[in-house]
C-alpha cells in the first residue's frame, strides 16, 4: 500500500511534455500520474503544490499559473533553457483547462524543502544567528547560478530575494527558483523599471533607468547576504523613495557621476548631502573579507559594481577553495569547485580563463 492508499488522496493522470526535449530535439508527450495534494506556497500569479510522481518517485514541485492566451509564457521559455544544478529544473510540464475555459500551466520542478526566508526566520526565532559558514556555501552557490545565467544565457532574474532561493538545510544546497520575472536583456532595448521586490532594488531602478544590466541582480543578492548576517533587511523601505532614503542612509549621497551611471535621463539632483557609514561600523562583528566583500557589490555605479565571475574570485569565498576535513566534505558533496568550461566560462578569453581557474579551481592544474 502506497502512501495515497493510505491518505486517501486521488491519483490525477496527465499528459505531459519534458521540461527540456531529447537529443533529438523532439518531444512527444508522456503520462505521468500523482496524488493531488494541499498547496503549499501562494504567489501573485498562481499556487504552488508539491506531490511524488508515482512512475519515478520524484518528489516535484507544481507550479500553477494563469496562461494568457495572447502571449508564449516567458517563464516557460526561459526555464526550457536552463541546465544548472543551481537553479530549479523544468522536469516537465502540461497546459489544463477549467471548468470556465480558462487555461492554466503547470510547472513541474525540482522539489526543495524551504526557502532561505524561512532558514532565515528559523535562527531569528531562536534568538541565534545563521552560521557564517551556511552563510558562505548559499552564497557561492546563488554566485554560481547567476554567472551561468548572466553570461551563457543572458537572461536576468529580477527578482533575487530570501522567498526565491530555496535550500535543503541538511546539507547546505541552494537553487535559485521563480523565473516569473526574468528576462534576456538586449542592450538596444529598454526594459521596465518597476521589477523586483521592494528592499532587494538595485538604485539604478529606482532611479528609474530602463538602460539597466544583468547588475541588478549582483545588487539584489548583497542586499540577501547582507540580511543574512544581520538577520533583518539592510534596507526596509516602507515605500518606492523611501527604499532611496534606506541606502542613502548607509551609502552616502550619490554624486552626479555615480546618480548618471545610474540613470543618465535623471534630471534632478536635489539630494540632502549625507555622509557614508563605513560597512565595518553597519557589520561589526564580520571579519575584513566579507565586509570587503559587501563594499564591492554595494556600489551605486553599475559597472564598478562586482559582477557574478568577480564575485565568485572574491577572496570571501577562499575559505571553501582551501578547506580542509568537514567543510572540504561539504565543498565537494555542493561540487562548488568544479565549473564547466563550456556553460559556466565559456563567455572568458583564453588570458581570462588562465586567471580566472587559477583562482577558481586552485587545486586543479
Ligand atoms: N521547487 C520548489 N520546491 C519547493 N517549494 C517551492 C518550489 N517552487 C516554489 N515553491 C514554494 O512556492 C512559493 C512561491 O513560488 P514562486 O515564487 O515560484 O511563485 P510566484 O507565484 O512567482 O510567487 P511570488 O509572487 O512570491 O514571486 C515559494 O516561495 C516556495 O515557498
Known amino acids: 500500500m502506497n502512501v495515497s492508499e493510505l491518505t486517501n488522496q486521488a491519483i490525477v493522470q496527465k499528459q505531459v ?171 538596444s532595448e529598454p526594459n521596465v523599471s518597476y521589477i523586483c521586490s521592494r528592499y532587494y532594488r538595485a538604485p539604478e531602478l529606482i532611479f528609474g533607468a530602463t538602460n539597466y544590466t544583468n547588475q541588478i541582480d549582483v545588487w539584489s543578492s548583497a542586499c540577501v547576504m547582507a540580511e543574512l548576517l544581520l538577520g533583518q533587511p539592510m534596507f526596509p523601505g516602507e515605500s518606492g523613495i523611501d527604499q532611496l532614503v534606506e541606502i542613502i542612509k548607509i551609502l552616502g549621497t550619490p554624486s552626479k557621476q555615480e546618480i548618471c551611471a545610474m540613470n543618465p535621463n535623471y534630471m534632478e539632483h536635489k539630494f540632502p548631502q549625507i555622509k557614508p557609514i563605513p560597512l565595518n561600523k553597519v557589520f561589526k562583528k564580520e571579519d575584513d573579507s566579507t565586509v570587503e566583500f559587501l563594499n564591492n557589490m554595494l556600489r551605486y555605479d553599475p559597472l564598478e559594481r562586482f559582477n557574478s565571475l568577480q564575485c565568485l574570485c572574491s577572496t570571501y569565498f577562499d575559505e571553501l577553495r582551501y578547506s580542509q576535513d568537514n567543510l572540504r566534505e561539504i565543498v565537494n558533496n555542493l561540487d562548488l569547485l568544479h565549473f564547466d568550461y563550456q556553460t559556466e566560462l565559456g563567455h572568458l578569453t583564453n588570458d581570462q580563463l588562465a586567471a580566472v581557474k587559477l583562482k577558481l579551481m586552485p587545486n586543479i592544474i
Not at 507544481?62 to 521559455?77: G, P, T
Not at 500551466?105 to 524561512?118: A, E, K
Not at 556555501?137 to 546563488?142: E, I, N, P, T, W
Request: charged letters at 25%; aromatic letters at 12%; a positive charge.
Open 17 to 187: 511534455y519534458y521540461g527540456h526535449p531529447n537529443e533529438q530535439g523532439t518531444n512527444e508527450p508522456i503520462q505521468i500520474s500523482y496524488p493531488t495534494t494541499e498547496v503549499v506556497g501562494h504567489g501573485s500569479f498562481g499556487v504552488v503544490f508539491t506531490t511524488t510522481i508515482e512512475e519515478t518517485n520524484e518528489m516535484v514541485a507544481i507550479k500553477k499559473v494563469l496562461q494568457d492566451r495572447r502571449f508564449k509564457n516567458r517563464e516557460l521559455e526561459i526555464m526550457k533553457l536552463l541546465k544548472h544544478k543551481n537553479i530549479i529544473d523544468l522536469k516537465y510540464y502540461f497546459y489544463e483547462k477549467d471548468t470556465q475555459g480558462e487555461v492554466y500551466l503547470n510547472l513541474i520542478l525540482d522539489f526543495m524543502p524551504q526557502s532561505l526566508y524561512q532558514r532565515l526566520r528559523h535562527f531569528v526565532h531562536q534568538q541565534s544567528v545563521m552560521p557564517r559558514l551556511e552563510i558562505k556555501c548559499y552564497m557561492y552557490q546563488l554566485f554560481k547560478a547567476l554567472n551561468y545565467l548572466h553570461h551563457h544565457t543572458n537572461v536576468c532574474h529580477r527578482d533575487i530575494k530570501p522567498q526565491n532561493l530555496l535550500v535543503n538545510p541538511n546539507n547546505w544546497e541552494l537553487k535559485l527558483c521563480d523565473f516569473g520575472s526574468a528576462k534576456q536583456l538586449k542592450p
